[in-house]
């Protein structure tokens, strides 16, 4: 049956679990299921896995309630023990290439080669000149990795992908967008935004910075020492400000404006490197999406477009099944889930 073929979108967050199921038709991408699930605070830390049996059952009570009977997963990884490095050679044939990644991969990574997975990519971008490429390499810590392989297949998954945040985010707007040109992804999750500027299927700048919607939530929390829900409800709207309000605007205006001063700065490395093409637009995902205004503070900021990305424009849904109001709000934060959930299941 057609439609076996892609893996369940496994998006491991550390504020909440997002899963993603699609189905290949005739017509496109089907969308089968969708849901999120909030984490424990601290279960999942910068990128690591602190508390695999608290995100195990969070995933494993996610999966039952929407059905899902695949066990294929794909997942991504991001924070300290992911490197992404882009390097430029001499063009090489693929059997040359794989040899010198593997003897020379030391002195481009941080990390002991020992302990971590190697993967590349040649970009075939080379700029001027034609005897040389951009290759992306890829490096991630065995041990956290197979913290999270261990970790899912204790709940009877087996992760068949797994993928990088920022790749899992390109993929997700590929997938949704024809569109051509260059493009700044920026996607704001909880503990960390993810800066990815992409050309023609390639990415030609990748960053992640430990900034995130949490911050505004902690600082709500201290400024009024009320309890990390408390100032979370306050943060998203579901609690009325009252007299907190002006406060509130402040704690967003200075922590926003430091967003921006991130998506500056990789605007202008951008600019600098290709000053012929101007950046089309910016493409905001994650649950930072959400705060009220973000989108035009940003283009005022920057002087780039800018829009909230929803990764299921292009995809069909059962409105039974998945209530569309829901869908569209739930949209920002699932991108990550759904550029995983996209990919073929590669064996
Ligand atoms: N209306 C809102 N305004 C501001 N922040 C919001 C709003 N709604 C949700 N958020 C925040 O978005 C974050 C969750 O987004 P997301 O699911 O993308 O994060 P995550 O993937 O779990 O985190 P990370 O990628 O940083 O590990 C939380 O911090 C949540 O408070
Ligand atoms: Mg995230």
């Known amino acids: 049956m057609?439609?076996?073929?892609?893996?369940?979108?496994?998006?491991?967050?550390?504020?909440?679990?997002?899963?993603?199921?699609?189905?290949?038709?005739?017509?496109?991408?089907?969308?089968?299921?969708?849901?999120?699930?909030?984490?424990?605070?601290?279960?999942?830390?910068?990128?690591?896995?602190?508390?695999p049996d608290a995100v195990a059952?969070?995933?494993?009570?996610?999966?039952?309630?929407?059905?899902?009977?695949?066990?294929?997963?794909?997942?991504?990884?991001s924070g300290y023990s992911v490197i992404l490095k882009k390097i430029n050679l001499a063009v090489m044939g693929d059997k040359?290439?794989?040899?010198?990644?593997?003897?020379?991969a030391e002195q481009y990574i941080p990390f002991d080669i020992s302990e971590v997975y190697l993967d590349y990519q040649d970009l075939k971008t080379s700029g001027e000149r034609e005897d040389r490429t951009d290759v992306m390499?890829?490096?991630?810590?065995?041990?956290?990795?197979?913290?999270?392989?261990?970790?899912?297949?204790?709940?009877g998954l087996k992760t068949v992908l797994v993928d990088v945040d920022a790749f899992a985010l390109e993929n997700s707007f590929e997938v949704t967008s024809k569109e051509e040109g260059n493009i700044l992804?920026?996607?704001?999750?909880?503990?960390?935004?993810n800066i990815n500027i992409?050309?023609?299927?390639?990415?030609?700048?990748?960053?992640?910075?430990?900034?995130?919607?949490?911050?505004?939530?902690?600082?709500i929390?201290?400024?009024?020492?009320?309890?990390?829900?408390?100032a979370e409800a306050l943060k998203t709207g579901a609690q009325e400000p009252g007299d907190k309000q002006k406060d509130i605007e402040e704690i967003f205006v200075s922590t926003t404006t430091l967003w921006a001063m991130e998506i500056t700065k990789a605007i202008d490395f951008y600019n600098s490197n290709f000053p012929e093409t101007p950046l089309l637009k910016l493409v905001l995902s994650g649950g930072g999406a959400r705060v009220k205004g973000l989108d035009t503070f940003f283009a005022e900021d920057t002087g780039i477009p800018v829009e909230v990305f929803n990764p299921f424009v292009a995809v069909t849904a059962d409105d039974k099944k998945i209530d569309p109001e829901y869908l569209q709000y739930i949209a920002p934060?699932?991108?990550?889930s759904m550029g995983l959930a996209t990919r073929p299941i590669p064996f």
Do not use: W
């Not at 040359?96 to 020379?104: P, R």
């Not at 920026?186 to 960390?192: E, H």
């Open 96 to 104: 040359e290439l794989e040899e010198h990644i593997h003897s020379e």
């Open 185 to 193: 992804l920026v996607d704001i999750g909880s503990s960390k935004m």
């Open 137 to 155: 390499l890829v490096a991630a810590k065995k041990d956290v990795v197979d913290g999270y392989l261990e970790m899912l297949k204790s709940i």
């Open 57 to 77: 059952q969070a995933i494993k009570s996610l999966m039952k309630n929407l059905k899902i009977k695949s066990k294929k997963v794909g997942i991504s990884i």
């Open 333 to 336: 934060e699932m991108a990550i």
């Open 2 to 51: 057609k439609g076996q073929n892609l893996t369940i979108g496994l998006d491991i967050g550390s504020h909440a679990v997002k899963i993603c199921e699609f189905k290949e038709t005739k017509s496109g991408l089907h969308l089968m299921s969708l849901g999120s699930a909030r984490l424990p605070d601290g279960a999942v830390d910068d990128g690591e896995l602190r508390d």
């Open 221 to 230: 929390q201290d400024k009024f020492d009320i309890s990390f829900e408390d």
């Open 198 to 219: 992409i050309s023609g299927g390639a990415s030609l700048f990748a960053r992640d910075v430990a900034f995130g919607s949490r911050q505004l939530t902690e600082q």
